[in-house]
């Protein structure tokens, strides 16, 4: 039996995983093509229907007030060490099926990097709110995707039973919040946790 890939798991919601995508693409370009990229997200209306009554469980808790405030704080030291300004967004109705799904089909046409690119910078540069269908439709175009398509991902049938077996995936790889990294049977998890990943898939190759 081969062994799994090297992969990371992000999710277009987490200041984290932004900073680490960007870390990745520009600073680790070698490793970021190597491996994997895989979505987390909590499940929206639509995939929460699917996965009740499974025997899928993921392991996400509802963040605290005094969590959120740490967060803000925190994102906004680490951003300014990198030269970066965040707009935080605003989520008044959150679905975050909806930016996760389309990117199934930007990595569909071998887009899912950009893609991921132009939602972080959308959603933490330009304060949007990437449950907006528009917002992602916008993505998509920018992407040059079809932009209904992307941004109704989450009515097509066959992709939303994709995202639930992505939901799926990551509850059987014990991914307990983003961004995390696998490499063999070493985990890494967090932005801080990045470097060690780097260099354990570079040693292997």
Not at 54 to 83: C, F, N
Request: cysteine-free.
């Amino acid at each position: 039996m081969s062994a799994e890939p090297a992969r990371w798991y992000f999710s277009l919601r987490s200041p984290y995983s932004w900073l680490a995508f960007r870390e990745l693409t520009e600073n680790a370009p070698d490793v970021a093509e190597r491996i994997e990229w895989r979505p987390y997200w909590e499940p929206g209306g639509a995939t929460a229907r699917l996965l009740a009554g499974t025997d899928v469980r993921l392991p996400y808790v509802p963040m605290s007030k005094e969590k959120h405030l740490y967060i803000l704080q925190d994102v906004k030291r680490l951003a300014t060490e990198r030269g970066l300004t965040v707009a935080w967004p605003v989520d008044p109705a959150p679905d975050w099926d909806i930016a996760h799904l389309g990117w199934l089909l930007a990595e569909d046409a071998g887009r899912g990097r950009e893609y991921v690119g132009h939602v972080y910078r959308a959603r933490f540069e330009h304060g949007l709110d990437i449950s907006e269908r528009s917002v992602i439709a916008a993505v998509g175009a920018e992407t040059g995707l079809d932009p209904d398509a992307v941004g109704n991902a989450v009515d097509d049938p066959e992709v939303l039973a994709r995202g639930v077996e992505a939901l799926r995936v990551l509850g059987r790889d014990g991914v307990f919040g983003v961004p995390f990294f696998l490499h063999g049977a070493d985990r890494f998890w967090g932005s801080d946790r990045l470097a060690g990943f780097v260099a354990s898939v570079r040693a292997a190759a």
